[in-house]
């Protein structure tokens, strides 16, 4: 009997997730049904999937989908919300010890070996190119363990507003109320395409898993470019649960254009439907008009990883594949921005606090001056406080301007292992 969906005891069922009123990405993506815009020639009819999305991976723009907030489980392409949140929170050229919880970890292993040190560079790359239960394990370890990386995917995921999404596990074994849709898992990749390390990791044909610099070690293909067949393929990832069924998210780039497509809940390996997708898009023109648009929320949301005081060991690696020297950026082209505005602030509540300390200096001066020459006085005379010329002026607590934030604290039967 599959259990992988049962509340543990004590527990209370997730609630399903509310539906907001407004469809992400534009009421052009409310229908149930294969969506087009006019004019534009009709989409595949054999694509045998619950919900699919095909979107422009430049612009964001869905060109076609079928019912594309429909929520599904998102077996192991989950695994790219994991890959957003590690590169936000950890450094990717960092080293990580894998240990025998990792190895043990359930699901289908990428073979990492407990005791042997990894970059965040190897495991984000390990995590999109394969199945990779045991590094979902180990980054979820290093983010505080599985709780509370799931917890940081869920509010990742409402913050760039892929509200369809909630996961349980960090690998994407069904768990209680795990869920996304098509149009999330579409969001999710063209964003972690906007990340330059991460972009990297998903696209490399293969890595070296070397743990010592300076060595070769086992090398690594990514396992759907190397079984794909389709020429204009970049990357992506597959999954499969008995629950979820057939999932995949993948790009493609074809005379200059670039696309993205999610299949959600499909019977057939959706490697063999995904190419009528990619050739449909290639074939639109490149003016053609899009049905909604892949949210641009996570503009704002700042993917610089934050200090951390775990394990050293930062291991260089030489060959491009390994993907070395991976430029850390946040989405888009806020970076500049934001620390303008952020060194804006802080020289602000610097000034606004050296002007309080001297307006306290100068009253306690005063209030000194007062008490002597009230002892020298033959008779004192308390001072009125009613009398507006005898109260002392206290300067207050500063009036710091406040800024927007930008820093976000992403059935029966035996469930198969997600691949």
């Keep these: 009997m599959d259990t992988s969906e049962k509340v543990a005891p004590g527990a209370k069922s997730p609630e399903p997730l509310p539906i907001p009123a407004r469809p992400a990405g534009g009421t052009g993506l409310a229908g149930c049904t294969v969506l087009a815009p006019t004019g534009n020639p009709a989409p595949p009819a054999d694509i045998g999937a619950a919900c699919w999305v095909l979107a422009d991976l430049s612009s964001g723009r869905v060109l076609a989908a079928k019912d594309p907030h429909c929520r599904q489980r998102p077996a192991s392409t989950i695994s790219t919300l994991l890959a957003l949140v590690a590169a936000r929170e950890l450094s990717l050229d960092t080293g990580y ?94 964003l972690a395409m906007q990340h330059n390390g991460l972009a990297k990791a998903i696209t490399a044909d293969r890595m070296d898993l070397s743990t010592t610099p300076g060595r070769s070690g086992p090398v690594v293909t990514n396992e759907l470019k ?17 629950n979820a069924k057939f999932t995949y998210v993948a790009s493609a780039e074809k005379g200059g254009r670039k696309l993205v497509v999610s299949i959600l809940r499909s019977d057939a390996k959706p490697q063999d439907l995904a190419p009528k997708l990619f050739d449909y898009g290639f074939g639109l023109k490149s003016t053609a008009n899009g049905i909604g ?9 700042d993917t610089t990883p934050k200090p951390q005081a775990g394990e050293g060991g930062v291991m260089s690696l030489s060959d491009s594949n390994n993907l070395a020297g991976t430029n850390l950026s946040a989405f888009g082209t806020v970076g500049g921005p934001l ?14 606090f050296l002007r309080n300390k001297r307006a306290k200096a100068k009253a306690a001066a005063r209030r000194k001056a007062e008490a002597k020459a009230s002892l020298s006085a033959p008779e004192p005379v308390m001072p009125s406080a009613a009398d507006p010329a005898n109260a002392v002026a206290s300067p207050g607590p500063p009036k710091v301007q406040v800024l927007p934030s930008v820093t976000i604290t992403t059935s029966p039967g035996s469930a198969s292992p997600s691949k």
């Design 293 to 301: 648009k892949l949210t641009d929320a996570a503009r704002g949301v």
């Design 97 to 190: 010890t894998a240990d025998k919880t990792d190895v043990a970890a359930e699901g289908k292993s990428a073979g990492i070996q407990a005791g042997s040190k990894y970059t965040g560079h190897q495991l984000v790359s390990l995590l999109m190119m394969k199945p990779a239960a045991d590094v979902a394990h180990l980054l979820a370890r290093q983010l505080g363990g599985d709780a509370v990386a799931v917890q940081k995917m869920n509010e990742l995921a409402v913050k760039i507003g892929a509200l369809d999404t909630r996961a349980a596990t960090t690998s994407g074994l069904d768990g209680p109320g795990q869920s996304t849709s098509a149009y999330d898992t579409a969001l999710i990749y063209y």
């Design 339 to 352: 620390t303008a505005v952020a060194g804006g602030a802080v020289l602000l509540a610097f000034l606004l």
């Design 226 to 242: 190397a079984t794909s067949g389709y020429q204009p393929l970049t990357g992506g990832k597959t999954g499969f649960t008995d």
